[in-house]
């Protein structure tokens, strides 16, 4: 038996498949009724009346949408924001601007690795770079 602090009270139990305590389950499950209860009956209703009317915290709401188990796309105002730039979404971690700047970021690091092999055009380009940077100075 392993005992482990709970990650969400910091109560010692014996560790099973999750990282937080029985009563912390319990009470998740308690909660995630409350939200899904309240939102089938006020389907526009936003995180913070949720929050306000099952006093289930802003953050385990969020948690909720993002561990995928409450469908925000289905409610028009529950929104939370993009882990970013804060803008308000509905599914996954980032807005839309963020994921693309994301990602183009992601295609220039891995454009970049497949041009080490040292062609000409990205040694102009390199030289281009420096030049630039030294105009900025
Ligand atoms: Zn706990
Ligand atoms: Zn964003």
Redesign the pocket.
């Known amino acids: 038996m392993a005992l482990t602090n709970c990650k969400q009270c910091g109560r010692l139990f014996n560790r099973t498949m999750k990282d937080i305590c029985p009563e912390c389950v319990k009470q998740d499950d308690e909660d995630f009724m409350k939200v899904g209860q309240y939102l089938r009956a006020n389907r526009g209703a936003s995180p913070q009346e949720v929050h306000e009317e099952t006093e289930v915290a802003l953050e385990k709401i969020f948690r909720f949408i993002r561990e995928g188990r409450l469908i925000a796309e289905k409610y028009p105002a529950m929104t939370f924001p ?1 882990e ?2 804060g ?1 308000p979404i509905q599914s996954g971690r ?2 839309r ?2 994921s693309d700047e994301l990602k183009q970021q992601f295609d220039r690091v891995m454009h970049q690795d497949s041009e080490q092999s040292g062609s000409a055009s990205s040694r102009s380009r390199e030289e281009f770079y420096l030049k630039k940077r030294f105009e900025r100075k």
């Open positions: 993009c970013r730039c803008l980032f807005c601007s963020c």
